[in-house]
């Protein structure tokens, strides 16, 4: 009998033959990621009676939540972070404006086929993409890992989800995550491992499959894989410097469940508010007036995402009744975008572009809502709340999606502009 | 030794409509406003005050009170106040249907007793705001009103953290062997 992706990463990473789902290991994670949030970690860690983190290699931090800083406290916790880092001679430190962790962690060749990657975010299960075993974990425990360099995981189940079909024009990534979700729902992954295949999904780009991996966090999965093939190989080639081995789960492995998916006719869908597995297709909602669009995240800041809105914004004027806020999600995506004038294209159409880093996804600055208002948003959550008001509305979409409904000033089917 | 059992009275986390509310995520717990907050004293004040109908929760809770919740308790983000916030009011333990991924990490890891109590959600109405339980956390026996519910059992790693106090007091000790 065989095993599955998951199974097969921590069996290695612990050194057994094999590993059953349920069965609580003690992994040595080859990476362990924190942002903003690293100064409260540091704070644990000193309690602890600790002097040297266990491996400074191991930590990445990138300081992307609230950046700059928008407040004092905001200014003093970064501070912090950066006392520590030299303290502990830590290297994979990114600071202000390099990025949004998940951008930068693989960037900078933190992520590598068969890594076991773990972070004090949630959408730390974006590295999937990279055929890495990556899962998000608690602040507290961050700091036990960094002091030493170990926690005990229970190996996930999995369920593994197929999908065939070619992505129609205008339709992407994104509206294939927002539909699974809406079939599968908030909890219907509950600390699965979740593998994505198929002809469809090989046929992603690397950024296609992170925001895949990145919202499986929605439906509750531990974490997500797309397993690595040339297209991998490629985006880490002069990124990755060391060797790796990569992992495959086996043909005859055995999985919880095995779900099929055709994007032949998928239609661009949405997340209405208030949670994300309110899905539905951009249709049923079309015609509703906003007030906000936001392109960026660490779920849809890439160059692609930029270039699809820029294609349906080139030329033409955002509406008059309408915000719309573009956040790079890296530097390197930044330059690369300037240089392809999608920059230019995109502020020339109105947009109001931003700093790499988190922005208004979660409330803290550039772009909060007032009461009422409306936000169409490439992010992943859109909880009551989130994003200032609790009387305000998010809609979650695609970046093309969000450029249509910006240029006409209500939700709007992107095949029809 | 901690305690493995413990009694008190119970919130039940119903919505307006009398529901039990699923799916309740991190942002309703702690809302993002209060991230910058670390001491966790000063976390339980704003424990729930975003979620519908529950504003209040932190001025009614006492320390040694139970609160249940439907399926997917603590779904969303990491932050770890959304644990803290519930052990700086005293809350002696949460009974849901079920536990987002992260949460149920974050909560066992900072000893905060949690148990999970599949299909409440089909006999939510035995459970009603102001009764009380007890619940056995090494058997998972819940006893409400004369019925017993068998809940899941705390697994080893979360009893073994739980006596300790908490991961890094679970660590030690084990380093120590």
């Given at each position: 009998m065989g095993y599955t992706f998951a199974e097969k990463v921590l069996a290695r990473n612990v050194g057994l033959d094999s590993v059953e789902p349920g069965q609580i290991i003690i992994a040595r994670p080859d990476k362990l990621l924190s942002h903003d949030n690293t100064a409260a970690i540091s704070r644990h860690f000193y309690k602890i009676g600790l002097e040297r983190v266990h491996n400074p290699d191991v930590e990445v931090i990138v300081l992307d939540h609230v950046v700059p800083a928008a407040s004092e406290a905001d200014a003093i916790n970064h501070r912090t972070i950066r006392e520590f880092v030299a303290q502990q001679g830590i290297s994979g430190f990114y600071d202000v404006g390099t990025g949004i962790c998940h951008q930068v962690l693989p960037e900078k060749?933190?992520?590598?086929?068969g890594a076991v990657i773990v972070g004090s975010d949630s959408h730390t299960p974006t590295h999937g993409a990279f055929g890495a075993f990556a899962a998000g974990i608690g602040r507290t425990e961050a700091a036990a890992v960094m002091a030493t360099g170990k926690l005990w995981l229970r190996v996930p189940a999995t369920f593994r989800i197929v999908v065939e079909g070619q992505m129609p024009e205008r339709v992407s990534a994104k509206d294939l995550i927002l539909h699974i979700i809406g079939d599968l729902r908030a909890d219907g992954a509950n600390y699965r491992a979740v593998e994505f295949a198929g002809p469809a999904i090989a046929a992603l780009s690397m950024a296609g499959r992170m925001v895949l991996c990145n919202m499986s966090t929605e439906m509750g999965a531990k974490n997500a894989v797309v397993e690595p093939d040339d297209t991998t190989r490629a985006w880490l080639a002069g990124r990755v410097t060391r060797a790796y081995d990569e992992i495959h789960a086996d043909a005859d492995a055995s999985y919880e469940r095995i779900l099929t998916y055709d994007v032949t006719n998928l239609a661009p869908q949405v997340a209405k508010?208030?949670?994300?597995?309110n899905v539905c297709p951009v249709a049923e909602v079309a015609g509703k007036r906003i007030d906000q669009g936001l392109i960026g995240t660490c779920t849809n800041g890439r160059l692609e995402d930029l270039e699809a809105a820029r294609d349906i914004l080139r030329g033409k004027h955002i509406a008059e009744s309408v915000r719309l806020l573009v956040l790079p999600a890296s530097r390197e995506v930044l330059l690369a975008a300037l240089e392809k004038g999608v920059i230019a294209d995109l502020v020339e159409a109105g947009a109001t572009v931003l700093n790499p880093?988190?922005?208004p996804c979660l409330g803290a600055h550039q772009g909060v809502m007032a009461p009422g208002e409306v936000t169409i948003s490439t992010a992943n959550r859109n909880f009551k709340g989130r994003m200032g008001s609790k009387e305000a509305f998010t809609y979650l979409a695609s970046p093309a999606t969000v450029a249509a409904s910006a240029l006409t000033g209500v939700i709007t089917d992107p095949r029809e502009v | 030794m901690k305690a493995t059992k413990v009694q008190g009275r119970i919130w039940v986390l119903t919505d307006p409509q009398g529901q039990l509310y699923d799916d309740i995520d991190t942002d309703q717990i702690f809302h993002n406003r209060y991230l910058h907050i670390t001491d966790v004293a000063e976390m339980g004040q704003y424990a729930l005050d975003n979620l519908e109908g529950w504003e209040d929760f932190s001025e009614k809770a006492q320390p040694g009170d139970i609160v249940v919740a439907g399926g997917n308790?603590?779904?969303?983000?990491?932050?770890q106040q959304a644990v803290d916030c519930f052990r700086a009011l005293g809350i002696s333990a949460i009974i849901a249907e079920s536990f987002g991924a992260i949460y149920k990490r974050n909560a066992i890891n900072s000893g905060l007793p949690i148990v999970a109590l599949p299909r409440l959600t089909g006999m939510a109405e035995a459970f009603q705001t102001g009764d009380t339980l007890k619940v056995d956390f090494t058997s998972g026996e819940i006893v409400l009103d004369g019925q017993v519910y068998q809940a899941q059992p705390f697994s080893q790693v979360q009893m073994d953290i739980y006596q300790a106090g908490d991961i890094f007091a679970y660590g030690k000790a084990l380093e120590e062997k």
């Open positions: 060749g933190h992520a590598w086929p508010p208030h949670t994300v597995d880093g988190c922005g | 308790f603590g779904a969303g983000s990491s932050r």
